[in-house]
């Protein structure tokens, strides 16, 4: 048996999160800021859980300090593991355990897990990216996104034809962001699996064989564009697939517009590409896939 020891606690939960608000489901919930007292604490991380349950944490060397979504608070000291990192109160009825970006908590004497699918969530540079997504089932993941966006967990993507269909969670614009412009209202991002993939290509997401690699926040991307257009309308697709993900997992922006020289003079204006794809990228950097 080996103890890993605190100091690689910055390694695996290098993320911070003081409060906020996320979706599980059609539930919104928000995530308990950890305690205040964090002198001397060499890191903290807030994780999303199944059933809409959170954990806020500040870790200290050889220690976790943990805010439950419950009310609850406990400080427990870091036991041995066998790998991942391990802590537990004396008679061993609450344990924090945590391995790479993902966590659970298990409580009494037959070691139950009330705490499942927990995964990191990621901060909030830009304090626009308000609501958070977690899912726990096949894609396993939390991502930020703003306020009003219209999420869809059931979302596949079509583009591909017959046969071929793309699972994944879909969040779309506001109504409100194309109010007046000629950005189209069924605008998203989305993330989306290939779980049988043997390799992470862009490719495999979009109709081409084009693909270049491109490095951001620490990620290396698999990235493939594609535009299309017809009666006015114009759709761009951009498509960031993560090659190291287990099952092959990409992130895609698609954006419809449509021609503004076909409307009447001074009755819409041409919509700011520019930062709908900024946000979508501060959105994509948020992104934490459970491993």
Same mark, same amino acid.
């Not at 999160?17 to 919930?29: D, E, F, M, R, S």
């Not at 870091?78 to 970006?101: H, M, P, T």
């Not at 219209?150 to 017959?162: C, F, I, M, R, S």
């Not at 109709?207 to 009666?231: C, E, L, P, Q």
């Given at each position: 048996?080996?103890?890993?020891?605190?100091?690689?606690?910055?390694?695996?939960?290098?993320?911070?999160?003081?409060?906020?608000?996320?979706?599980?489901?059609?539930?919104?919930?928000?995530?308990?800021?950890?305690?205040? #007292?964090?002198?001397?604490?060499?890191?903290?991380?807030?994780?999303?859980?199944?059933?809409?349950?959170?954990?806020?944490?500040?870790?200290?060397? $050889?220690?976790?300090?943990?805010?439950?979504?419950?009310?609850?608070?406990?400080?427990?000291?870091?036991?041995?593991?066998?790998? $991942?990192?391990?802590?537990?109160?004396?008679?061993?009825?609450?344990?924090?355990?945590?391995?790479?970006? *993902?966590?659970?908590?298990?409580?009494?004497?037959?070691?139950?897990?009330?705490?499942?699918?927990? =995964?990191?969530?990621?901060?909030?540079?830009?304090?626009? @990216?308000?609501?958070?997504?977690?899912?726990?089932?096949?894609?396993?993941?939390?991502? +930020?996104?703003?306020?009003?966006?219209?999420?869809?967990?059931?979302?596949?993507?079509?583009?591909?034809?017959?046969?071929? @269909?793309?699972?994944?969670?879909?969040? *779309?614009?506001?109504?409100?962001?194309?109010?007046?412009?000629? @950005?189209?209202?069924?605008?998203?991002?989305?993330?989306?699996?290939?779980?049988?993939?043997?390799?992470?290509?862009?490719?495999?997401?979009?109709?081409?064989?084009?693909?270049?690699?491109?490095? #951001?926040?620490?990620? #290396?991307?698999?990235?493939?564009?594609?535009?299309?257009?017809?009666?006015?309308?114009?759709?761009?697709?951009?498509?960031?697939?993560?090659?190291?993900?287990?099952?092959?997992?990409?992130? +895609?922006?698609?954006?419809?517009?449509?021609?503004?020289?076909?409307?009447?003079?001074?009755?819409?204006?041409?919509?700011?590409?520019?930062?709908? =794809?900024?946000?979508?990228?501060?959105?994509?950097?948020? @992104?934490?896939?459970?491993?």
């Amino acid at each position: 048996m080996k103890t890993t020891t605190a100091v690689g606690v910055l390694c695996l939960f290098a993320f911070v999160l003081l409060a906020g608000w996320w979706v599980y489901g059609n539930k919104i919930t928000t995530t308990p800021a950890p305690a205040d #007292d964090t002198v001397g604490s060499i890191g903290r991380a807030a994780f999303a859980c199944n059933l809409g349950k959170s954990v806020g944490t500040v870790f200290y060397n $050889g220690s976790v300090a943990l805010t439950l979504s419950d009310g609850r608070t406990q400080t427990l000291p870091q036991v041995e593991a066998a790998s $991942g990192i391990r802590y537990a109160n004396a008679d061993q009825s609450l344990i924090f355990w945590g391995k790479g970006n *993902t966590a659970f908590i298990t409580e009494g004497a037959e070691q139950t897990q009330t705490y499942t699918g927990c =995964i990191v969530v990621a901060p909030d540079p830009t304090g626009t @990216l308000t609501q958070i997504l977690a899912t726990s089932s096949e894609l396993a993941l939390t991502i +930020r996104f703003p306020q009003n966006y219209t999420v869809d967990q059931a979302y596949k993507y079509e583009g591909l034809g017959p046969g071929k @269909l793309i699972k994944g969670v879909k969040m *779309t614009v506001p109504a409100a962001a194309t109010a007046g412009t000629n @950005l189209s209202k069924d605008t998203y991002i989305s993330v989306e699996i290939l779980p049988k993939a043997t390799t992470c290509s862009a490719s495999l997401f979009l109709d081409t064989k084009k693909t270049i690699t491109f490095s #951001d926040n620490g990620i #290396d991307y698999s990235v493939a564009t594609g535009t299309d257009a017809g009666a006015g309308n114009i759709y761009d697709e951009a498509v960031f697939a993560i090659p190291d993900s287990s099952s092959c997992t990409a992130v +895609r922006y698609f954006i419809h517009s449509t021609n503004v020289g076909n409307y009447p003079a001074g009755t819409v204006k041409e919509f700011d590409k520019a930062g709908v =794809i900024a946000e979508f990228d501060n959105i994509r950097r948020s @992104l934490v896939l459970g491993r």
